[in-house]
Each structure stands twice: as C-alpha cells, then as structure tokens.
C-alpha cells in the first residue's frame, strides 16, 4: 500500500513544480494554451489505451466499461457544475477567471480532477505487475500544464504565494491518497468492478477535457493547439508500446 501513495504523490508532484515554475518564470498565455493542448493529448491516449481498452479486455461483453463511461462521465458533470455555482468554474483559467471564486470551490475542484487518475494509478499496482509507466507519465504530464495555468490565474486575482502552493500541496497529498485508496479498496475485487472503476475514471477525465482543459487550450493557444495535442497523444501512445 505504501507503493501506491508513493507512486500517487510523484505522479501529482508535477503540480507543485507546474506552481513553482509559474510563479518563478513570465509564463505567456499563448505557451500557457500550447502546453495545455499537449497535456490535454496526453491524457487522451492515456484514457483510450490505460483505461477504457485494458478495462474492455478485462470484463469483455459484461456491460461494466459503457456504465463506468456514462457513470463516471455524469458524476465528473454534475460535480463540477456544483462547485461551479459554488464559485469554482474559473480555477484552470489563465486570465484570472478565479478573482470571482471561492478559495473553498477552487480547491475542492482541482481535487475533483485528480482524483480519477489517481485511483487509477493505485489500480494499476493490483496483481503485482508494477505501476503503470504510461498512466504515470500521462498523469505527472498532464499535471504540469493545469498548475501552470492556474497558478498564472490565481497570481493575477490576487492569491499569495504560500496560499497558491498549499493548494498545490493539498491536492498532491489527496492524490497520493486516491492512488492509495485505489489500491486498497479494490485488492481482491472482481475483475468487471475493476474495469467499470478504470472506465469510470475515463468517462471522468474525458468529460474534464472537453469541459475545461481543451476549450482553456484552444482559447489561448489557436489552431497550434491541435499539432501539440497530437503530439501529446503520440508521446502517450509510444510510452505505452514500451510496457
């Protein structure tokens, strides 16, 4: 089990150094929406090749990977249109769409966008094969670009420094313990509640890109952004041939 809150606070790591680097380096928007579309390319590949693919092998016909998709794709919809309302739709703008938002909202937000992937990264521990490279590097990748980009935002609507990197802080130890709970909740369970868990995280962070991370990137990045979300998925896809 420590093996999996290891490998769930590396994954999320990136998160912290995505602040750091923001906050240390003049990030413009257009490299912010260009490093966004390749993240959001990463975590394509890896929900078509990690999750819903390995989750389809696993249960075959039984039905589990189309009900996690909509399962997870609906609870990702209707949790984030609550903490929206609750004044966390701005928390991935690069613009400082959070100077409307509660602290509160913005925090459980990117809690809720990390916590799919790192369940799956426990997941992945289940029958002592290793993690998964793949998943790992989709993960620690597609981190990157979201504390970037929000990091700009939330500096420029007037959040401190210290206040920044304890979000970042706070969302990397959650993950570690998502990618925990992952492990230890699911050990021993039937191979369709593994597969409807791994497509569930799918239908979640597929509905996350479209919902938030693609529409960020397209805004300000431009027409580039489909190049570098291509390469992202690429980059996924070889890593994931190399396992």
Known sequence: MGEALAWGLIAASSLVLGG????????????????MGFGAGVLISAVAYELVEDAFGTAGGSGAVALGLLAGAFTFYFGDLAIDRFGGEGRKSAA????VGSALAIVL??????????????????????????????????????ALSSTVGLSKSGWGRKEILGLWVVVTI?????????YAFFD??????????????????????????????????????????TLGF??????TTLE
């Open 96 to 99: 400082g769409g959070q100077e």
């Open 188 to 229: 021993g369970a039937p191979v369709a509640t593994i597969a409807f868990v791994q497509a569930f995280a799918g239908g979640a962070l597929l509905t996350m890109l479209a919902d938030t991370m693609m529409p960020e990137a397209f805004r300000y990045g431009g027409k580039q952004v489909g190049l570098v979300t």
């Open 174 to 182: 959650v993950s570690g313990i998502s990618a925990l709970a992952g």
């Open 234 to 239: 690429a980059l996924a896809f070889f890593i």
């Open 20 to 35: 750091i680097l923001a906050l240390r380096l003049p990030i413009g928007l257009r490299p912010l929406g260009l490093v």
């Open 109 to 146: 937000g990117t809690v809720l966008d990390g916590i799919p992937e790192s369940i799956v990264l426990g997941l992945s521990l289940l029958g002592g094969g290793g993690v998964s490279v793949a998943m790992l590097a989709a993960v620690f990748l597609s981190n990157l670009p979201e």
